[in-house]
């Protein structure tokens, strides 16, 4: 069988092995030779259905042309073999062949070769670099396949298609894989299709993209901008390669300057220095799996926010027209010095002067020390703004004359009030540093710290004040002199009636306006354990009405304070207080209490046919004035016609309501109020009232005094040098008031226009209500006055001044007291050549035998102990007053010094203190300087001598108060003069 259309492409390999047959001619004479026959060839040529197959396949093969009686052998190639002319042959793997015919015959052999492909067959399968993949996000892999076909044939060049998962990543056909920046897992992360022939096989696998090394050190923020001290929060963060971060990765953070402090959650806080530009501040350092990374954040260390400007330069004791050169530098809070944006010199008051451009100060024509913002450097840094005060004083220039600051003063009798004044240039301004000497002309006499004390005679004196600056004393070249006028007027009450409040309540007390003496409201007020206040008086003065709980409830009552003999006025269930008579003397206004509430009530009096009380008043008797429930309506007044009542209303939570009822026709009907003022007093003219004002000042509620026009509204205000006034009163013509400081309970007097201010009683005394007697003041002198004693007379100090050495005292003086106590003897030695007044009214007093039976009415143990006061009709005193006789060596500096109680301003009576102890603030003179002591803040005693025996006794008085009513004080039994004169 032939197959012509194959042979045809076929290519014969003829080899020989045997040599071919020598042909040999024979010559004629010889015998014939015969002539050699070739033989055909064994093997011409193979013939095969195909060349090029796809496994598996049948090839066909024929051996063309073959020769009869030879023997053939097939070879595939594949190692397969077969003898014979034909054969068929499977081929199963892929390749390239050498197929070999193998012809013998005899010792002939022949052979052919033909060459077949056999590609591989269909797809059968695919072998990747990897099964599966776990890779860093943002990493790249390189896939590698190897395709088989179904048969296990190696493929060649096999035609890939590449996919990948999105959630992990991509591929390319070349099979590069690069991995997503999101951690994920697919379980067919990547698949590769491979198709040949009919079939196509993938292979796919698991793909998980994973956080990869650490690359980068990424902090938020890159780069350092602060000031010092101030904390900035940094954030560091490890990215691997695809910037993701590695949680896991171990960070520390350190500083590079010293004094810097960072924390291990990146908190850095600089120190208070300040740092150069750009400069390594912190080192992190982040470690992971074996790798390590550095990375340092670098910054700038500002200084801290302005704090502060400070001057370079003085602007102290100027001259007027000096030009003075000033610089500021700039500071925060750790003396960092800063650079300011903007500096600005400024001048409050255009009259003190001006800068220029330069920060040169000119100083302008007014003199004197200036407030502290007169001058002022601002300096502005990053929106930040401070300033500085620059002290300013200027000098003034030569005085030219003397200003009073009052035309005239009014001041009361036996009072003393300031007297100011001003030295001035000729611009205007005060010349302080000068000397100015005054003299009293008349209607009184000069008192200390430059202040007029009035005499008792009243009238209007006509330069009653000379003031006089002598020549040269502030750049004059002549002498300045200047007067005022002062009138002296007649008080218009002797007598100040107040309750105290001591440790067992409150006890009415009686102020002498002409002494100062402080007196019970009775002997039986003092001493028994019942509570008196709210005292007021009746209209014509005889008697002081008040509110006491002698019998259980609180009642009113009232007692003639001259003459005693106590009657029981109004009664009630509940308890009765702040007692006010009408001024007709008819009807009474007073307050009920019941718990919380309190309600004004008014009452006819019961008077017989002499206007004299016959019986008590019930509340059967009294209307109700206050109309609104719940509130306590405190406080009543009459207003000087009696027609209405004025009264203060409070829900007790401090805010305060001035009511103005009707009290006779529209009784209780509301006339006028004011919110946030409480009523304090009515002013003689009828059409003004005294009210306690609710004000903010310095963020602190405060109450001031302030005089209302209840017709035309006009409120005005009286300053009281800032003290909180409580309760007030009005004197009877309405020229003084009476107050109580609430802060330390002290009693004020001062005049109606704010000056004269003057304290009456310190806060040890806890004054609470204070009413002026409606009678004009009797002023108390010597002259032809009985003086209520045998024997007392007016001491003029007409004694003898001489004193002798002791070597135990260092001197004595020729007059010595003794005073024989309950508890021993107290000898005391007199200071005659220092105070020669007091000393003979001392011993006048002792020789009269006035201090014989009388109490040490206040004892502080170890402390000081007080005598010598009488309660008698002139008020605790012997009738007359003498003046404190102050000395510079006169000091209470040794225990056992004795000293003259002060009754008025600078003056005593009968009242004397020993100190128990150094007592230098009662002292007169402060290092030589006389101390103010018209002043009632200042507390002035004058020395007149001291315990030279006995001391040890009043060492051992126990503690007495005389408010306190205290049980059988000790007493003096006799004072008894020692004179060595009469000897």
């Known amino acids: ?99 070999r015919l193998t012809g013998t015959r005899g010792d002939q052999t022949q052979f052919v070769e033909k060459t077949i492909t056999v590609q591989p067959g269909d797809a059968g399968w695919l072998v990747l670099n990897a099964q599966a993949l776990e890779i860093g996000a943002g990493e790249t892999f390189q896939f590698e396949a190897e395709a088989f076909d179904h048969l296990g044939n190696l493929v060649s060049g096999p035609d890939l298609v590449w996919y990948a998962d999105p959630a992990t ?227 003034p220039a030569q005085a030219v004359a003397i200003e009073f600051m009052n035309e005239s003063d009014s001041v009361p009798a036996g009072s003393s009030s300031p007297i100011p004044l001003r030295v001035v240039d000729e611009h205007g301004n005060d010349v302080t540093d000068v000397d100015v000497y005054l003299e009293v002309t008349t209607g009184g006499r000069l008192g ?68 100062g003496d402080l007196t019970p409201l009775s002997s039986e007020a003092e001493s028994n354990e019942y509570t008196e206040d709210t005292p007021s008086w009746w209209p014509n003065g005889s008697r002081v009405v008040y509110s006491s709980d002698v019998n259980g409830n609180r009642e009113i009552f009232d007692t003639d304070p001259f003459n005693g003999g106590r009657r029981l006025v109004a009664t009630g269930q509940n308890d009765l207080i702040m007692p006010v008579i009408s001024p007709d003397g008819r009807r009474i206004a007073f307050v009920e209490s019941f718990e919380s509430n309190a309600n004004v009530y008014v009452a006819d009096l019961q008077l017989d046919g002499n206007g004299e009380l016959s019986d008590v008043v019930t509340m059967d008797d009294a209307r109700r004035l206050s109309a609104d429930d719940g509130l306590q309506h405190l406080f009543p007044y009459w207003s000087p016609n009696g027609n209405l009542i004025m009264y203060t209303s409070t829900p007790g939570d401090g805010r305060f309501r001035i009511i103005i009822a009707d009290a006779t ?8 109020e004011a919110t946030g003022a409480s009523g304090l007093a009515w002013h003689p003219d009828g059409e003004q009232i005294l009210v306690a004002a609710q004000r903010t000042i310095d963020g602190e509620d405060r109450e001031t005094l302030a005089l209302a026009n209840l017709t035309s509204g006009v409120v005005n205000e009286i300053y009281a040098a800032g003290l909180r006034v409580g309760i007030a009163a009005l004197s ?36 609470t209500v204070t009413a002026w007697r409606p009678q004009p003041l009797q002023l108390p002198t010597p002259t032809g006055k009985d003086l209520g004693d045998t024997g007392l007379v007016v001491p003029d100090g007409n004694i003898v001044q001489d004193r002798m050495d002791d070597l135990i005292h260092g001197t004595l003086g020729p007059y010595q007291v ?70 510079p060596e006169a000091s209470h500096r040794t225990p056992g010094t004795i000293s003259m109680v002060s009754k008025v301003v600078n003056g005593g009576s009968t009242e004397f203190v020993i100190a128990l102890e150094p007592k230098t603030d009662w002292d007169a003179f402060v290092e030589g300087q006389e101390k103010d002591c018209s002043d009632p803040a200042e ?45």
């Not at 026709?665 to 006028?672: I, K, P, W, Y």
């Not at 020229?735 to 310190?762: C, K, N, Y």
């Open 818 to 887: 003794l005073l024989e106590t309950d508890q021993g003897e107290v000898k005391i030695d007199l200071f005659n050549h220092l105070a020669p007044v007091t000393v003979q009214n001392f011993i006048n007093l002792a020789n009269a035998g006035y201090y014989d039976g009388l109490t040490f009415h206040t004892v502080e143990p170890g402390s000081a102990v007080f005598g010598g006061s009488k309660v008698n009709a002139f008020g605790g005193t012997a009738g007359y007053y003498i003046p404190s006789e102050f000395h």
């Open 169 to 395: 990543g991509s591929i390319d056909q070349n099979g590069l894989f690069t991995a997503g920046r999101d951690v994920a897992f697919t379980a067919e992360g990547v698949r590769v299709d491979f198709s040949r022939g009919n079939f196509t096989a993938n292979e796919k696998l698991p793909v998980s993209v994973v956080l990869g090394a650490p690359t980068t050190i990424e902090v938020t923020p890159s780069s350092i901008d602060t000031r010092s001290t101030w904390g900035v929060d940094l954030h560091a963060e490890v990215l691997d390669p695809a910037g993701l971060v590695l949680e896991d990765a171990e960070v520390s953070w350190e500083t590079l300057r010293p004094g810097d402090h960072v924390d291990q959650t990146g908190y850095y806080t600089p120190s208070e220095t300040i740092s150069a530009s750009d400069a390594s501040l912190i080192l992190i350092t982040a470690t992971k799996d074996g790798t390590k990374l550095e990375q340092i954040v670098k910054g700038t260390v500002h200084p801290g926010i302005l704090d502060r400007v400070e001057v370079e330069g003085s602007l102290i004791d100027v001259k007027p027209g000096d030009e003075v050169p000033l610089s500021a530098t700039a500071y925060d809070r750790f003396n960092n010095e800063l650079d300011l944006d903007e500096l600005r010199w400024e001048v409050e008051d255009q009259d003190a002067g001006s800068f220029d451009a330069d920060g040169v100060f000119t100083a302008g024509g007014k003199s004197g020390q200036f407030p502290e913002n007169t001058v002022r450097v601002r300096g502005f840094k990053d929106g930040v703004q401070i300033f500085a005060d620059v002290p300013l004083s200027i000098l």
């Open 448 to 515: 200390v710290g430059n202040s007029f004390r009035a005499g008792f005679e009243p009238g209007v004196y006509k330069d009653a004040v000379v003031a006089r600056v002598l020549p040269g004393s502030a750049g004059n070249e002549n002498q300045l002199e200047a007067s005022t006028d002062i009138e002296v007027r007649q008080r218009s009450s002797d007598y100040l009636a107040i309750d105290i409040v001591g440790p067992r309540g409150a006890v009415v007390y009686l102020i002498n306006m002409a002494t």
């Open 665 to 672: 026709d529209n009784f209780g009907e509301t006339v006028a």
């Open 939 to 983: 507390v002035c005693y004058a020395v007149f001598g001291k315990v030279i025996e006995g001391l040890d006794v009043l060492m051992g008085f126990e503690e007495t108060d005389r408010l306190a009513g205290s049980a059988d004080p000790h007493r003096i039994l006799k004072a008894t003069v020692l004179d060595s004169t009469k000897q």
């Open 732 to 767: 009877p013509d309405g020229s003084e008031i009476s107050f109580v400081d609430e802060d330390e309970g002290a009693l004020w007097l001062m005049d109606i226009d704010g000056t004269g201010l003057r304290r009456a009683l310190g806060g040890q005394y806890q004054t």
């Open 1 to 99: 069988m032939r197959f012509p259309d194959l042979t045809k492409r076929s290519i014969a390999v003829v080899c020989f092995g045997i040599a071919s047959v020598a042909l040999i001619a024979c010559a004629a004479d010889d015998p014939p030779t015969p002539t050699a026959v070739p033989l055909p060839p064994i093997v011409v040529d193979i013939g095969m259905t195909a060349s090029t197959v796809m496994a598996p396949v049948n090839i066909d093969f024929e051996a063309n042309d073959f020769t009869d009686g030879a023997t053939y052998f097939w070879d595939f190639g594949d190692g397969g073999s077969m003898p014979g002319t034909r054969a068929r042959h499977t081929y199963l793997d892929a390749g390239t062949f050498v197929v």
